[in-house]
């Protein structure tokens, strides 16, 4: 690799680099400020809200690399096109052709990063981080439910506390509505409860003095009033994790190949679309990054990096918008997976492959006047006379 390609593929990965973090931490800023509030609400130690959050990191990196890529290297080209550092490159003769072995290197790198991600890395952060929650959020410190609140942070349970003693942990003044069983649904009044560990290390609520109303498949409605009663909630305290993986998105290759080609016929099309999922995205960051190469050609040196912003913005927007048509289209069975997210990814490629040659023949993309018009307006409007 020559001086020229080392540039070109330290400046574009380190602007590539730098977008992905910035990306990543304002994709998942909404979800940093849920996990805080284990934290401030549920008695989650820092050490396990650090643990969360770096789960976390993998499942947002995933969806930012694609946008990373692009607009890095049309950050970067947009950089060297207002220091008339491209306008040198071309007038020495080197091709867009030779450009690209560098930053194209650049690309295969976070394509493969991108597929690690979507395929090892991302479904097990998703299952320790699943397991981790489940397991903080029915232990003994983080059941320190909100008072006068409805708590819904058990699944199928909806808990009411009037009061918490913050010493012992016991609950006072206690409503529950117990929606587990679809067939009879409970709701359970007690005056105390005191949150322990039941039978096979599971969370439960040792209940006081109070009732429990339900209504039989018949239709007839029932009462019963109780000194104690113990509700176990089914969830498994600690950090025992679970045997079996449930959710798709917790599956490894192999596990959700053998959902497809033998798991039960309900859950065949949603394995088959993750499948899918999981290959279209790593290929949209090839396309991405290929597609950025001969875009930054593109640059003027007046409206370098505006252009490379609004440009990187309105692809992505393409981009993503036919993806989630794709997925929409075939979890409706109007298409098949395989169509939903490769079609759109087919498009993008003849539209990088439409541009590649345009850039080599040196004529505009179509649509690039009026990007360069976009950008150059704020500058025109507030320009004194005679200075546009």
């Known amino acids: ?8 593929f330290t400046d574009c990965a380190q602007t590539s680099l730098l977008a992905l973090g910035t990306l990543t931490f304002l994709v998942m800023l909404p979800q940093v400020l849920l996990l805080v509030d284990l934290w ?32 890095g290297i049309l950050l970067a080209m947009g950089r060297m096109a207002q220091d008339n550092e491209l306008i040198v490159i071309k007038a020495s003769g080197i091709s867009i052709l030779q450009l690209t072995r560098p930053i194209g290197l650049l690309v295969v790198i976070f394509t493969v990063f991108s597929l690690l991600l979507n395929w090892l890395w991302v479904p097990q952060a998703f299952y320790e981080f699943s397991v981790l929650k489940k397991s903080l959020l029915t232990s003994n410190t983080a059941l320190a439910v909100q008072q006068k609140t409805f708590n819904r942070d058990v699944p199928g ?40 560990t039941g039978k096979d290390n599971k969370a439960a609520l040792y209940l006081e003095e109070g009732s429990r109303h339900w209504v039989t498949r ?8 109780f000194a104690t009663f113990n509700l176990e909630l089914e969830l498994v305290l600690g950090l025992i994790p679970r045997h ?35 290959l279209a995205f790593p290929v949209a960051t090839l396309i991405m ?58 498009f993008m490629a003849i539209l990088t492959v439409d541009v590649f040659l345009l850039t080599l023949r040196g004529r505009a ?6 990007l360069l018009a976009i950008v150059q307006f704020p500058r025109r409007l507030l320009a004194p006379r005679g200075h546009e």
Request: charged share 20%.
């Open 218 to 225: 018949g239709g007839h409605y029932r009462h019963m009033q």
């Open 244 to 278: 079996k993986k449930e959710e798709l998105e917790e599956m490894g290759p192999w596990e959700l190949y053998d959902v497809i080609h033998n798991g039960p016929p309900e859950s065949n099309l949603a394995a088959r679309m993750e499948w899918h999922r999981r």
């Open 40 to 71: 401030v609400n549920k008695g989650a130690s820092l050490q396990v809200l650090r643990k969360l959050i770096l789960l976390a990191i993998p499942q947002f990196m995933v969806g930012a690399l694609p946008m990373a890529l692009l607009s």
């Open 289 to 346: 990054g290929l597609l950025a190469i001969p875009l930054g050609m593109q640059h003027t040196h007046r409206a370098a990096r505006g252009y490379g912003f609004i440009a990187a913005l309105s692809i992505l927007i393409l981009h993503f918008l036919l993806l989630a048509a794709g997925e929409a289209l075939a979890g409706r069975k109007i298409l098949s997976p395989l169509a939903g997210f490769w079609l759109p990814n087919l």
């Open 157 to 196: 349970l909806t808990i009411y506390v009037d009061h918490q003693d913050p010493k012992s942990g016991t609950l006072e003044g206690i409503l529950i509505h117990d929606q587990r069983n679809p067939d009879e649904v409970v709701t359970i009044t007690a005056q105390r409860a005191h949150p322990h």
């Open 365 to 370: 993309v179509f649509g690039i006047g009026w």
């Open 1 to 8: 690799m020559n001086r020229l390609s080392r540039y070109l």
